[in-house]
């Protein structure tokens, strides 16, 4: 091999290593919850207006399974700070109690308050359901 040959491909390589994409991979998008509104079902049965003054929203709201309900077996019950709100309406919550069954992450916060007479109206509720990471 003659050494302008030598030269020439010894220069040549690192333009070859500088024409490839040595990216690192990017990194997959953090997991974003299921999210449903729903309203507060009984609000004005339970510990609702005596504590309507001290709601806000973003305030968090606990939820729990009551499968022993004589009226619903799929029954959630929304409680704020221990006191309880209502329920989760019966039409929303056949699938959000079989994946709380199953151990699946549930958050719920107030997402919006009203004065209203309409009791459904009152307060509605962003349920987040996280699928993919285990119960917080």
Do not use: T
Request: charged letters at 30%; one cysteine or more.
């Amino acid at each position: 091999m003659k050494r302008r040959d030598l030269l020439k491909n010894l220069f040549a390589f690192p333009a070859f290593l500088f024409s490839f994409d040595f990216k690192k991979e990017p990194e997959p998008k953090k997991p974003q919850p299921l999210s449903v509104k729903v309203p507060i079902a009984g609000f004005q049965y339970y510990q609702g207006e005596q504590i309507w003054k001290k709601l806000r929203k973003n305030d968090p709201l606990r939820l729990q399974r009551e499968p022993g309900n004589p009226h619903d077996p799929q029954a959630i019950e929304v409680f704020w700070m221990n006191k309880k709100l209502g329920y989760v309406p019966r039409s929303d919550n056949p699938i959000l109690a079989q994946l709380m069954d199953k151990g699946c992450a549930v958050k719920a916060e107030i997402c919006r308050l009203k004065k209203s007479g309409n009791p459904w109206e009152r307060v509605e509720a962003r349920v987040e359901l996280w699928l993919w990471e285990e119960r917080a």
